[in-house]
């Protein structure tokens, strides 16, 4: 019998940190409802022999793939080709679960054939290990599977959805062909936005499942990385960019062809996150990179690029533009502009 639930695990020289991680799914009562597929991207270290000491440990619920380092998309477009369980999400290998609040999760799933789920996490700090529930609003339809139609302007909007809550149902991944680049930071984003436009159902769970370490310099949303690999973060909101500009193409001769189109709210839905991740990348230009001259030097290139090829996303996104350029010409950086918007470290949901 299938498992419920694949929980994909990138790994890459996580040795800090994967015992830890791995140690909160090695339970009992998860043999036969869980899969935790260890996908080892070509670590350097001991990142493969500790994930096979759970393998060897409990063999029922660990797995371990051992690939060429392909960066993290490679790692999710691989989990969704080897996954075995009815469901799927991602944990990445220095994070970790609540194993009460999966326990909970996984009678959901036993419940529920919803393309996608979505439930609750919690941030934890790096160093002094202080915890921040990020609860779902108490005003969301829990407790149902409910038509996406019906919420996907809200989920996009209010920033309801990121990698660290999100699960989707393997076979809906595959019928969709959702994959996203490969060798490229942020992809996470990319993978949301491909998993939650096509849904029919959605059901949202009032559980915290996953414990997300925050903090940490190494991350790649730290804003110094971010800054150092913005070309990364460019070539995602591109690809976003690309994809939410095909299905407002499609939508759009639909319409001009006088027929009615009753999903024409899954272009307007991935139009808005393209919005949302066009305007950080201005952010990131703009106020993360310090050093102002080459950051708008880079702004500009960008914005000529969009103008180019996605006007509408240029239209859209102009307001942040001027917005970020202001905030950088008075001496908002990173760690201010968090301040401003109520944030204790500068993270990306």
């Known amino acids: 019998m299938e498992p419920l639930l694949t929980i994909c695990v990138p790994a890459y020289n996580v040795e800090a940190y994967l015992e830890h991680g791995l140690s909160t799914y090695n339970e009992d009562r ?3 409802r869980l899969e935790v597929l260890v996908v080892n991207d ?13 393998v060897d440990r409990r063999p029922q619920v660990f797995r371990l793939i051992s690939k060429e380092n392909g960066g993290h998309g490679s790692v999710i477009n691989k989990g969704i080709r080897e996954a075995s369980g009815r469901y799927f999400r991602v944990v990445d290998g220095d994070d970790w679960v ?26 934890v700090t790096y160093g002094s290990g202080q ?28 920033a309801l959805i990121s990698i660290h ?13 959702v994959s996203v680049l490969e060798k490229t930071f942020h992809e996470d984003a ?16 009032p559980t915290f499942v996953y414990q997300y370490l925050v903090g940490n310099a190494s991350q790649s949303m730290a804003a110094d990385n971010m ?34 189109d009753p999903e024409a709210w899954r272009a307007q839905a991935a139009e808005k996150s393209a919005q949302l991740i066009a305007n950080s990348h201005y952010n990131l230009l703009l106020v993360f990179d ?15 690029q969009l103008s180019r090829d996605y006007p509408w996303l240029k239209a859209s996104t102009d307001k942040r533009y001027w917005m970020a350029l202001a905030a950088g010409a008075v001496g908002v950086d990173a760690l201010k502009l968090d301040k401003l918007q109520g944030r204790a470290s500068v993270q990306a949901d």
């Open 227 to 260: 800054v150092r690999r913005y070309k990364d973060h460019e070539r995602v909101v591109f690809s976003i960019a690309a994809y939410a500009d095909s299905l407002r193409t499609a939508s759009l001769l639909k319409t001009a062809s006088g027929l009615d």
């Open 30 to 32: 998860f043999v036969g």
């Open 290 to 304: 310090t050093q102002r001259a080459r950051g708008r030097s880079r702004a500009k290139a960008f914005r000529s």
């Open 98 to 123: 609540d194993p009460n609040g999966l326990d909970e999760f996984l009678d959901v799933l036993a419940a529920t054939s919803a393309d996608i789920l979505i439930d609750e996490r919690v941030d």
């Open 42 to 54: 070509g670590s350097t270290d001991s990142t493969a022999a500790i994930a096979r000491t759970f």
């Open 190 to 205: 990319e993978f949301c936005v491909k998993t939650i436009s096509t849904a029919s159902t959605i059901r949202f769970v």
């Open 131 to 158: 915890t921040h529930p990020r609860p779902l609003p108490q005003d969301l339809p829990f407790g149902q599977d409910v038509p996406y139609s019906q919420m996907a302007q809200r989920v996009v909007a209010d």
């Open 165 to 177: 809550t999100l699960c989707a149902r393997t076979s809906y991944l595959r019928q969709q062909g």
